[in-house]
């Protein structure tokens, strides 16, 4: 099991561009994943939880000044990036508050795996997604509103009950069920990446059916805006961090973290109160934020060997 799930995992994107490859030249096929786009959310997040112990939650206030620049760095950097795109760009509203509720997410789960394979601070990476996770309900749909208000109207409390159902909910019961039943979680641990993918692909292979027409006419434009969108956040996030005078492995960490959205909360909150159009951006970053993460990945790993050796050889 662990050797399908590890090998799954790391052919994801292949099977999220499959999934949306057949959703948009036939939508049929996966129309009927629409109604299930918020439970397989929720089933993600809980996913989540299950990887998440108690003592996890001590690395907040042990790393008070790390998470908080993190934390800072992911809800300033990524939605002043998707609403200086959509400016850039000029997308038509259906698009833009799509683009702008994107940048208004989260940090991903999968920055982790991510921030791992490029031999960054795994734990600052796994606290700023939890603290970023639980201030999503109040912080997205303010910042959507600020950001995205004058083009369509938005409900803040509706949607923050929204996250806090598919995503805070989940993820708290996940962690509860880890912290009780840690023997049930460690039989279900191998199965649990197989299942998340499974969601993941299933979850955009709906967003992209609702959507296909959009994604014909603005398909090549959005993967533009998103591979635009992923970039400046790594990029700015690096920046970010080596102002502050982080060390490298830190450095690597918040990049990532700033760079990668919970793509799944933004295309089910633009279904859930936009139109399936508004959900365009955040299928499309499910698949390039994974090979962007990825290549950054690799590079920073060869780097990171590099200086090793490199050190190695002067001493």
């Not at 949607?159 to 993820?171: F, G, T, Y």
Request: proline share 5%; aromatic share 8%; with cysteine.
């Amino acid at each position: 099991m662990n050797k399908i799930s590890q090998w799954i995992v790391g052919h994801m994107a292949l099977f999220v561009i499959l999934a949306g490859a057949a959703a948009t030249l036939r939508p049929a096929l996966l129309a009927w994943v629409a109604p299930w786009i918020a439970p397989l959310l929720g089933l993600v997040m809980f996913g989540m939880g299950m990887t998440l112990r108690v003592e996890d939650f001590r690395l907040l206030a042990q790393r008070p000044w790390e998470v908080f620049l993190g934390a800072l760095a992911q809800f300033t950097i990524m939605p002043l990036a998707a609403w200086a795109l959509v400016k850039a760009f000029d997308l038509p509203p259906e698009i833009a508050v799509g683009v702008i509720l994107l940048g208004a997410c989260p940090g991903g789960t999968a920055s982790n795996v991510i921030t791992y394979l490029a031999r960054g601070d795994v734990a600052l990476s796994v606290a700023m997604t939890m603290t970023t996770t639980f201030l999503a309900p109040v912080v997205t749909p303010c910042l959507t509103w600020f950001l995205a208000g004058a083009w369509v109207d938005i409900s803040l409390s509706s949607m923050m009950a929204s996250i806090a159902q598919m995503v805070l909910a989940p993820v708290l019961l996940g962690v509860l069920v880890n912290h009780f039943g840690n023997g049930f979680v460690q039989k279900c641990l191998p199965a649990l990446p197989l299942v998340s993918v499974t969601a993941i692909v299933l979850l955009v292979g709906g967003v992209v059916a609702l959507s296909a027409g959009k994604i014909l006419t603005y398909g090549a434009l959005m993967v533009a805006v998103v591979a635009l969108h992923n970039g400046l956040g790594m990029l700015c996030g690096y920046l970010f961090a080596r102002l502050f005078r982080l060390p490298p492995a830190k450095t690597r960490a918040l990049a990532i973290e700033v760079g990668m959205q919970n793509s799944g909360l933004a295309a089910s909150l633009a279904v859930l109160y936009f139109t399936p159009a508004a959900a365009i951006p955040g299928a499309i970053f499910s698949v390039w934020h994974n090979i962007s993460g990825s290549l950054f990945a690799n590079f920073c790993r060869r780097q990171a060997l590099k200086a090793v050796s490199e050190a190695k050889a002067a001493g």
